[in-house]
């Protein structure tokens, strides 16, 4: 039949920021966020994943609730929600909740003032996320503010400082944070807080159908189930449809249905659909009804019924599907279609089906609708047709309900394995009704009867358990996860994943038990809780101009007024990347011929549009920008060619059209380290033998008591900014070209696209305000993507832009190299270290970047604060098929001292005794502080302070305790570690990089200009007070301008912690000029009036008309001396050693294991470190925060999924999991030693970006301790080796958790 439209409506209306917005003719595949951001220029809203993933792009919106009548404010991704779906709404954004120039929102302020952001990508997203739940709820608990961060991602702050600002509005707010609300002034709850009315005076309730259409695509929005059904009828291919959310799922779709469909019925103002009923019968939800609706309407009933159990339990279990701003868009509906339809391990199914939950359903006509148990709820059993109508959940009255999961992270991450349980039970706690289903990926979820009937009958003791379990095996509906079948690991996570359940089981045992009064158990029971974060015992030391301030762009950020590449507002095309997905082979061809048909299509760029040398990497032709027709391809992820079209939408479809034709996909591909190794494959020149030679190591274990060996893996890591590659690049005369980029070595990029381009350096300007995040892998691999957008502004005369997404950024951008590592090591029987030798081999992927300092690097770090009178280190470099490894926070370091560390814990575990004993035993003292390559630790501290810190977090009385928890409790274990730190700096990485400081003599305001880049470091921020202290002049006058490659030329790179202090000093430098061309003005004035002049009086008798004219503009340049890279004219080194100084630091950290999952909880962290004298305490503190959480998610968390060919397969934020608020731990107590400048730095100061990094360790290493005690439990031995990733699922095996161990008798 053909498509007989309804009325169509042709402008789209809603309230935007408090204005009432129209869009003539929208269209029906747009998201919210590209309208808002590319039509709108509202660019407070960030691109970052456009999964529903990371939160960037969280915004509020008010709608009215057909089915509980009342308006709902709520918050939304706005990179899943369709533009169309807004009709009607009010939706605020960033920009509407306050503003710089007008008036902070108090959120604003309080996040602004509590250090809450570094890069500020995320800012705007947490601003919106606090906003919207004040707005929605009144006033939360601390707790329920806690657990608002269930779907932001931050990588800069480690969370503590966001979730304290939200924690000031709440009832029960900490001591802490109401003293921040005291700073930042009162918040008018009244006004600011819950809306329960419409927020516009106009907005009404939706009255009548809307349809709105373009080119082919149909958005219809009906009110009744019959016009809903009359256009399916006339349309059978239209899709249903309600939050839209399920696109998000594994990629990053962009475009309503993932562009699968032409008509789409939003099911949300459908009259039969939006009911919620609750009878004595029990609960009755619509089909147009969200999973935030079945939670509150349990809730409720909670509240009414204290006696049930059951609707909290069900509650809980929901609010674990992905995180609240999805929920309350996302409809119980499409939840269980996905997860028959596509075996998504869902949530909601397996506790819906524990709960005997029924759906109704209708096709075509709307009296006909059927009713089936959500049992028999599977593939096929509903027609294709079919709309869901209604979702039943019986009351379960006196029933006991638990549901368990486990993911790579506590929130917002599918679960590996998830079952709910149920249970009633008569007078003699005999279980009488019983339900136990599961859910894996891949695998609808399913009831295990048999499990059912070995309960039925039962009570809970052992025997019944453990026929239970043996009942879910026998009919596990089981399917592979193949995503975790990676090249690394082949096994996957499978094995955890089937016997999760038996575990589960356990679970609810103990809890059952607990609950009928059968046994009462420690608490132990059920899952680690996310805790809110303490604020914690933070100790620093300020001195005059160099205090805990607040970045300079604070305000800018919350407000979103601070401009990131993809928000400056120059209209450009977008262009979109064809990546390679085979990891060897010969580029045939690319058929582009569909690509440019899609409306919208401007060119497709490829290699023969380059002007100048294609070539993006470091080594002279080693690294293609595109790879040519008849080229090599060296890894997935290659840059193949750019679609541009006048969407990024557009250019992104597109792409997907491109045919890429490759011959010998894949053969001879060298993906891991054992193949490097085998096949040879070096990274010529970029590997050390002798990193460290010191003494005569095989004298060394003749003369040892004890030599143990082993080997030893590290995994890699994604460095995952907020921010992901972008640049934006603008046609200038001269064939010059001007380029925004996100990076931190602008002038690299310039030289290089000089040399794309065919133009003189001088005609490639490279700009940036600053990144929203960089960690490393913009230092060097910007180059390829402003290459890209350079050659495509070239080519077409047309500024174009390129934006990566997480899922593009991971394909193609290497990271953190991973390491194999052999190690012999000889001690004498007390466990003092006698000899070392080292053999370790990094993976580099296919290109040089950074790879050969970066082995050194690695290398240096392995020896850190012992002492190895005979040591050999050698390190080689691999080139596989994989993206180029790059430069990521810490470079090397991680994977030096986890090996460090790993022989630590080998000889502790061999001599079974206390690994502290044998770090302090073999720990160098100032009177020895010296590294195996003969450079002294100067200004050695990390004994004094290890003993301090050791005193001051009461370390022996905290391992008495865990050891007092651990003989109290099976199945939650304690442990607590203690871990130094010496971490060595070279200020070769950015020296050079300068600075240009004008002052303004019309009224003393200065700007300045350096060679750094803003990452969120706070460079800005520290420039300006240290011009605003050299130079005597208030800070409020400095501005800090963009970063260009015009202005400070010849910049190297900003990374290695140290360029904030390089910069630093050239701007004293500078300063301490302009303080001389001022002195005689100075002296003059004050022997005139008797007093010293004000700044600005100064500066104008500087400056006067015709008068002075004085240069009060200065540069000044760092070049230190001290290291082996600075020469004299005639090429001879300076200075010795490859590194300037050493920074030293301690940590200690406490957790709590959940035997039965692996899962951990940070119970509390105490920090103490060395920067010196802080330039700026509250930015420094912040710096270790992010940098210690950093260094959790690396050691804990974050897997990188390559498979066999050497493809990227965690799909963006799908399946890889930098840690989140709950992984943060619950206290964390910070000291900056105090009375401590550097005598050899910078103001006395020392560096931060980095180095805490490593203490991060401490977690995994009280991690281990808590699993050495299960395993002593489990009659296995307490030293046991764990390579990287040290995920739940590796721990869970090295806690050797059998299901026969499970005892639950009374
Ligand atoms: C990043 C992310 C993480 C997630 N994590 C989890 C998780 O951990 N656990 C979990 O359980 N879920 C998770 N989800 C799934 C999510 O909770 C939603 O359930 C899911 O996205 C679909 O909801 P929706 O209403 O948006 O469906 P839509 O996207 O609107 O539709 C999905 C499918 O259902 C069909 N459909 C929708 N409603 C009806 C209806 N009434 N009748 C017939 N067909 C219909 C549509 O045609 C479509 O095929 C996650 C989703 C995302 C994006
Ligand atoms: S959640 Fe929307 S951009 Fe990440
Ligand atoms: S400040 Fe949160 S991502 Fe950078």
Redesign the pocket.
């Known amino acids: 039949m053909a498509f007989a439209p309804p009325a169509r409506s042709t402008v789209l209306e809603f309230y935007l920021n408090g204005e009432k917005v129209k869009v003539a003719d929208p269209d029906p595949r747009q998201m919210l966020i590209e309208y808002l951001r590319d039509a709108k220029g509202l660019s407070g809203t960030k691109r970052s994943c456009l ?3 990371c939160g960037a792009c969280v915004v509020a919106v008010q709608e009215y609730d057909v089915a509980t009548s009342r308006w709902l404010y709520r918050s939304v991704n706005s990179c ?1 929600k369709p533009l169309v779906s807004c009709h009607g709404l009010s939706v605020t954004t960033v920009e509407g909740v306050g503003s710089e120039r007008k008036c902070l929102h108090q959120v604003q302020k309080r996040i602004a003032e509590n250090h809450g952001m570094q890069c500020g990508f995320c800012t705007p997203g947490m601003v919106m996320n606090t906003y919207a739940l004040l707005r929605s709820g009144g006033k939360p608990t601390a707790e329920e503010s806690m657990k608002n961060y269930d779907g932001n991602i931050c990588r800069c702050t480690g969370y503590r400082n966001l979730v304290q600002a939200s924690e000031s509005f709440c009832k029960d707010a900490s001591p802490e944070a109401l003293a921040l609300a005291e700073r930042c002034g009162q918040h008018d709850a009244d006004v600011c807080d819950k809306i329960s009315s419409r927020e516009h005076h106009s907005m009404e309730k939706m009255s009548e159908s809307v349809t709105f259409a373009k080119d082919g695509f149909t958005w219809y929005a009906p009110l009744s189930l019959g016009e809903v059904l009359e256009f399916k009828k006339a349309n059978p291919r239209a ?11 594994r990629q990053a779709a962009y475009e309503v ?1 993932n562009g699968r469909a032409s008509h789409v019925i939003s ?1 949300r103002h459908v009259t039969e ?1 939006n009911v919620l009923t609750k009878s004595g019968a029990g609960l009755t939800i619509g ?2 009804l ?2 935030q609706h079945i939670v509150e309407a349990l809730e409720r009933m909670q509240t009414e019924h204290s006696d049930l159990q059951w609707p909290s339990a069900l509650a809980e279990a929901m609010k ?4 609240h701003h ?2 309350s ?7 269980l ?3 028959i ?1 596509r075996g ?6 397996p506790a819906l089906l524990a709960a005997d939950a029924e759906v109704s ?1 209708v096709t075509t006509n709307a009296q006909d609708e059927k009713r089936i148990p959500i049992a028999d709820f599977k593939p096929g059993a509903v027609p294709f047709n ?4 209604k979702l039943h959940i019986p009351n379960l009255g006196s029933a006991f309900f638990k549901y368990y999961r486990v ?1 790579q992270r506590k929130w ?4 590996f394995a998830s079952a709910g349980f149920r249970v009633t039970v008569d007078g003699s706690k005999k279980i009488t009704e019983a339900r136990v289903s599961t859910g894996y990926w891949a695998a609808t979820p399913s009831r295990s009867l048999q499990a059912e009937a070995a309960l039925v009958g039962s009570t809970f003791d052992t025997a019944t358990l453990q026929k239970a379990i043996a009942a879910v095996h026998s009919e596990l509906e089981f399917a592979e996860e193949r995503q975790f079948q990676t090249v690394d690991n082949p096994e996957g996570k499978d094995k955890y994943r089937r016997n999760l359940p038996d575990s589960y089981l356990f679970k609810f045992f103990q809890e059952a038990q607990s609950f009928y009064g059968i046994k009462s158990w420690p608490d132990e029971m059920g899952t680690l809780s996310a805790l809110p974060l303490k604020a914690g015992n933070l100790q620093f030391q300020e001195v005059p101009g160099l205090e805990n301030k607040p970045q300079c762009s604070a305000n800018g950020l919350t407000t979103g007024s601070v401009r990131y590449t993809d928000d400056q507002p120059i209209p450009a095309l977008f262009g979109y990347p064809v990546l390679s997905e085979a990891s060897t082979g010969k580029l045939e061809s690319l058929d582009v011929a569909e690509a440019l048909k899609v409306e919208g299509v401007v060119d497709i760029i490829t290699a023969v549009d380059i002007p100048g040398q294609n070539c993006a990497g470091f080594v002279p032709g080693e690294e293609p920008v595109f790879v040519e027709i008849g080229g090599s391809i060296m890894t997935s992820g290659q840059q193949l060619a750019l679609v541009v079209a006048d969407s990024y939408r557009t250019a992104k479809k597109a792409a997907g059209l491109v045919q890429v034709k490759i011959t010998g996909a894949n053969e001879g591909a060298i993906v891991t380290l054992d193949q490097a190794i085998e096949a040879g494959s070096f990274l010529q020149g970029a590997h050390f033998k002798d990193v460290v030679n010191k003494g005569d190591v095989d004298a060394g274990f003749k003369s040892s008591d004890l030599v143990f060996e082993g080997t030893t893996y590290v995994i890699g890591q994604h460095a995952f900014p907020l921010e992901k590659q972008t640049a934006l690049a603008v046609p200038e005369e001269k064939k010059g070209m001007t380029v925004w980029h996100s990076t931190q070595g602008h002038d690299f990029t310039r030289a290089k696209l000089a040399g794309v381009l065919g133009v003189p350096g001088a005609f490639v300007v490279c700009k940036q305000s600053r990144a929203g995040g960089a960690f490393g892998p913009k230092n060097s691999r910007q180059v390829p993507v402003a290459a890209m957008a350079a050659v495509a502004a070239h080519k077409l005369e047309k500024a174009v832009k390129v934006a990566f997404e997480a899922t593009l950024e991971q394909q193609a951008v290497g990271g953190r190299h991973g390491f194999k590592t052999k190690y012999k090591v000889g001690v004498t029987k007390e466990g003092k270290i006698q000899s070392c030798d080292i053999e370790s081999w990094c993976n580099g992927g296919c290109t040089h970047d950074f790879t050969g300092f970066l082995t050194l690097e690695m290398g240096e770090a392995i020896p850190g604060v012992y002492n190895w009178p005979n040591m050999k280190i050698n390190v080689h470099a691999m080139k596989t098929n994989l993206p180029s490894n790059t430069a990521v926070r810490s470079f090397g370091s991680p994977q030096g001292y986890f090996v460090c560390e790993a022989i630590i814990e080998e000889i502790a575990g061999r001599l079974e005794k206390p690994v502290e004993e044998i770090r302090e035993m073999n720990m160098c003292g100032k009177e020895n502080a010296v590294t195996p390559w003969g450079q002294p630790m100067e200004f050695y501290n990390v004994d004094s302070m290890w003993k301090k810190l050791k005193q001051d977090a009461k370390f022996q009385e905290r391992e008495a305790a865990c050891k007092a928890f651990n003989e109290q409790h099976r199945w939650r274990k304690r442990g607590i570690s203690a871990v130094p730190l010496a971490y060595g700096h070279s200020y070769a990485y950015a020296a050079g990089t300068g600075a240009l400081v004008n002052v303004h003599g019309s009224d003393g305001s200065v700007t300045v200009h350096h060679g750094g880049c803003e990452i969120g470091q706070g460079i800005h921020t520290k420039v300006a007070q240290v011009v605003a202290m050299s130079l005597g002049c208030p800070l409020d006058l400095v501005r800090v301008a963009d970063t260009n490659t015009e202005v400070v030329p010849n910049a190297r790179f900003t990374g290695g912690s140290i360029t904030t202090e390089v910069v630093c000093e050239s701007a004293r430098q500078a300063c301490k000029q302009l303080v001389e061309t001022l002195r005689p003005h100075k002296e003059f004035l004050t022997k005139k009036d008797g007093k010293e002049p004000g700044w600005p009086e100064l500066v104008a008798a500087a400056n006067t008309l015709l008068g002075h004219q004085e240069k009060l503009s200065a540069t000044g340049v760092f070049a230190p001396q001290g290291n082996q890279y600075a020469t004299d004219l005639e090429g001879n080194a300076l200075g010795k050693y490859h590194g300037d100084y050493f920074t030293y630091g301690a940590g200690i950290s406490e957790v709590e294991l959940d035997v039965l999952t692996g899962e951990i909880r940070a119970l509390r962290s105490d920090i103490l470190y060395d920067v010196g004298q802080s330039i700026n305490p509250g930015i420094d503190l912040g710096q270790l925060e992010g940098a210690f959480v950093y260094g959790i998610g690396y050691y804990l968390y974050e897997e990188p999924l390559r498979d066999a060919r050497g493809v990227e397969r965690s799909q963006g ?2 399946a890889y999991k930098p840690p989140m608020a709950a992984e943060v731990p619950v206290e964390f107590n910070v000291e900056l030693l105090r009375d401590n400048p550097f005598p050899k730095g910078v103001l006395g100061s020392k560096a931060i970006g980095e180095p805490p990094f490593m203490l991060a360790y401490s977690v995994l290493g009280a991690a281990k301790k808590a699993i050495a005690s299960v395993r002593h439990q489990h009659g296995l031995s307490e030293h046991f080796q764990m390579p990287m990733p040290c995920t739940v699922d590796a721990i869970q095996k090295a806690c050797g958790v059998e299901a026969k161990h499970f005892d639950c008798s009374v």
């Open positions: 999964q529903g993933g899943l899709m249903y449809v309600l939050g839209d959310t399920a696109k998000g799922i249905m099911l659909l089909g147009a969200t999973i674990y599907v992905a995180q999805i929920r868009e996302a409809g119980w509906a499409g939840n279609l996905i997860t339809q998504f391990p869902s949530d909601l199914f359903f079919a709309l869901l109508t993911g917002l991450s599918h679960s934020v799908w």
